[in-house]
Structures are given as C-alpha cells and as structure tokens.
C-alpha cells in the first residue's frame, strides 16, 4: 500500500507541485466543454502576449503581419497566423530563445519525429510535470490510480534504455514500473520478458504499438501463457483493428490507444466507450487543418499544435507531421473534450537481425543520431536480413569520422549486418511531402 505515496513523492521532490496539479486535472475532464474552452483561450491570451513581448522572432512575425497580441483572442483566431515548421525554427534558432530563459528552469530534449528530421527543443520544468499529469489522467480513463505495478516495453521516448543501471532500478521501485526494451526482441530476450510479467504481475502494459503487437504474436504463436494485465496502453504509432485484436487476445484485457507529441505539448487518450481519442486541452491547442490551413471540426487533416505552458521554447500553430480525423461526436463516459478519431501515419517498423533478434526502428533514431552532430536527415532500409543501407543528407560541420561510432553502434545490435552508408542530396519524400525514416523491404 506504500506504492502510491512513494509514487507521489518520488514526483513532488523534483516538482513540489505535482499532486496539486494531477488532481486539478482529474476534477478539470469532467466539466463543460465550453468552460474548458474558456480556460484554454485564456492561457492562449497570455501566452500571445508573452510571446510578442519577449520572443524576438514573434515580435517581428507580428509586425510583419501587422498584427498586435489583442488580434488572437480565440482558437480561431489562430489562423490568422502562419504555420511553424522545424525549419523555420532551426534557421532562427536564438530568435526563438525568451528574454527570461535565464530565470527559467527548463530540460534541453530532443525528437527525431514522424518525419526522421534531428530536432532540439527546450521544455520548461513545469510543463514538463503538467504532461505527466496529463498522462495519468489519461491512463486513469482505463482505471489507473497513481502507483499502480506497470510494464513498459518500449524505447527511449518512453524512458526505457536512457538511465545507468543504478538510476534504472531507482526509477523502476519508486514508480513501481519496470521496464523491457523494445531493441531488444529475440527469443530469449522475451522469454527473459515472460519471467518478469509473470513475477512482477503489472496491472498493466504500456509502449510502442508495433513491440507490443510483435510480443503479443510471439505469445499466440508460442502458445505461452502469461499473467494478464487488467490493460495495454498503446502508444507512438497507428494501432490498427488487427493490431488491437491480436494484442487483446493475447493479453486478455482491453486495450487503450494514445497520442502524444511533447514537444508541441499535445496528448489525447482512448476511454472504455473506444469513440475516439479525448484530446487534452489544459496544455495545448490541438488544430486541425485542411489543404487551405483552414481549421476543421470533422474530417481528416494536418495536425497542429500551439503549447500553452512552455515559456521555455513558444510553439505556436507547429507543424507536429503528423495527420488526424477528429469528429464532431459526444462520448457515453460524459467527458466533453474533443476526440480525434484516429491519428494518420505514425507507424515504424521492426528490422530483424540475422541471429533471429528485432530492433525497434526508434533504435536508430534514439542512440544513432540523437547523439550525432551534422545529421540533417536519415534513412534507414534494410534491403536483406544481412544488409542494412543509411542514406544520410549531412552539413558541411559533420565530421566523417563519426561514421565509424554509428557502424558501431548499429553492429551493436547484429555483428552480421552488412551496413553502407549512402551521402545525398535529398531523401525522396511522398506525395504528401512526407517519409518514413525506417523502411523495411523483407
């Protein structure tokens, strides 16, 4: 019965605030949706203003557009302003930095995204505790109480494979969680995997879609049983109908979809009714935009995402990447939030290894080039089990010698690969201007 209180203190010793904030949250989803909305255009208005008065690179974008922070009042009103890409960002980078960074606390992170592309941002500490707030309240639509025994089986976005052994086991007691890494997935590796769930006996599952749906057909075509979870958290990727049903019936228990994007600072979660995904109001503006970058209540479009609480780094109206169907429904539990139906494209794939392993592609991404200067985009395919090809599109600052660390560090996970590393001008995108940085042709 320790769990939960060590749970909330492991969190309130690094952000005194957090049990004040999970609780606001919880009391937050079941109000109108009209007050919520209230809410968040209030937090837009100010951020507006900070922004205007202390991010040079809004200051001037606002006077360009010949526009004052009284014109964007409303979600609306968003539109008036231009969309935001990495890009832009990466080529005004200092431009992007408050006059207050100095006295903020704030965590330096870094994403490859949907899209492969390197990116850094800031996260202030606040938001950052805000998210996880979000995230049990979000986990707590399926029944979650803080403290409750979770496995995770995912890679370092989710936190798996980032912390010394010491700081791992440190992690794992006082959340009460334990975690199983998705690049790592032969068969002994999950036979490894089987002894822990059936020890530690989580009350649920958590990670990747396509590390949980490769588990749970291992478990089906093993025949193994193993302890039941009362749920599966599914996250980072599409879950498709097939996926949901293999995973469900491997698991025994019912299984709950996410969506999330920190650095935009949007999350949306899946309740026991499976209408939709609710989305989160309290740290983002989520948009949906049409071809015309018109916002749309129904239908399928580019996703965007304004934060409303990282002063640290402003995003307003980004470009996360990423497609969504929201639709104009109400959901049987009586929360009101808006639901996006089904997020479009996020899916990454597995690439197997000679010795019969898999590595999640996220590997590539996570400990390849989120430790590598010079890297302005990659793609990984694996044409063979044997033969793994990296086209790089690189700056003049990369230092060629880092190509022998990253064989390295792919022969890591398979000594057998045959890796080539392949320098372009450009890696060829799809009609909708986007590509996949794994690609598996076996």
């Not at 209030?42 to 974008?61: G, T």
């Not at 996703?303 to 002063?311: G, P, V, W």
Request: glycine share 6%.
């Amino acid at each position: 019965m320790l769990h939960k209180p060590l749970f909330v203190l492991a969190h309130q010793t690094q952000y005194p605030k957090f049990h004040s904030t999970y609780k606001n949250v919880v009391k937050n989803q079941w109000k109108p949706y009209d007050e919520q909305k209230v809410q968040q255009e209030k937090q837009l208005r100010h951020m507006i203003s900070f922004a205007y008065e202390n991010v040079p690179y809004y200051h001037r974008l606002f006077k360009e557009l010949n526009l004052s922070p009284e014109d964007i009042r409303t979600i609306e009103d968003l539109e008036k302003l231009p969309i935001l890409t990495k890009d832009i960002i990466k080529s005004n980078w200092e431009d992007f930095k408050p006059a207050t960074l100095s006295s903020m606390k704030y965590y330096e992170q870094a994403t490859g995204g949907s899209t492969g592309t390197p990116f850094k941002y800031r996260l202030l500490k606040s938001d950052r505790f805000l998210s996880a707030a979000l995230l049990y309240r979000g986990w707590g639509y399926a029944g979650y109480e803080l403290g409750d025994k979770m496995a995770f089986l995912a890679g370092s976005s989710l936190g798996v494979g980032t912390k010394s052994v010491l700081d791992k086991k440190i992690h794992e007691v006082t959340r009460n969680i334990r975690k199983l890494s998705s690049f790592d997935m032969g068969e002994n590796d999950m036979k490894q995997y089987n002894d822990i769930l059936n020890s530690f006996q989580p009350k649920s599952i958590r990670g990747y879609v396509s590390s949980i749906y490769f588990y749970a057909k291992w478990l089906q075509e093993n025949d193994i049983k193993i302890h039941n979870p009362d749920y599966v958290f599914t996250t980072a990727e599409k879950l498709l109908p097939h996926m949901r049903e293999t995973i469900g019936n491997a698991f025994e228990c019912d299984v709950f979809d996410a969506y999330g994007l920190n650095d935009g600072g949007l999350g949306a979660y899946e309740c026991p009714e499976h209408n939709g995904l609710h989305i989160d109001i309290e740290r983002s503006i989520m948009e949906i935009v049409d071809d015309n970058e018109s916002q749309i209540d129904e239908g399928t479009g580019d996703i965007l995402a304004t934060s409303l609480n990282n002063y640290a780094m402003l995003f307003i109206r980004y470009q996360t990447g990423d497609m969504g169907h929201i639709i104009e429904d109400s959901c049987g539990c009586g929360r009101e939030s808006k639901l996006l139906k089904e997020v479009v494209g996020r899916q990454q794939d597995m690439l197997q290894t000679p010795e019969g392993k898999y590595v999640h592609g996220a590997f590539f991404n996570s400990y390849l080039f989120g430790n590598i200067n010079g890297v302005i985009e990659f793609q990984v395919i694996q044409k063979s089990l044997e033969k793994i090809v990296i086209k790089l599109v690189l700056s003049e600052d990369f230092d060629e010698k880092q190509l022998e660390s990253m064989l390295s560090i792919v022969k890591s996970k398979s000594q057998k690969w045959d890796v080539e590393f392949k320098l372009v001008d450009h890696i060829e995108r799809t009609k909708a201007g986007k590509y996949k940085f794994i690609v598996s042709e076996i």
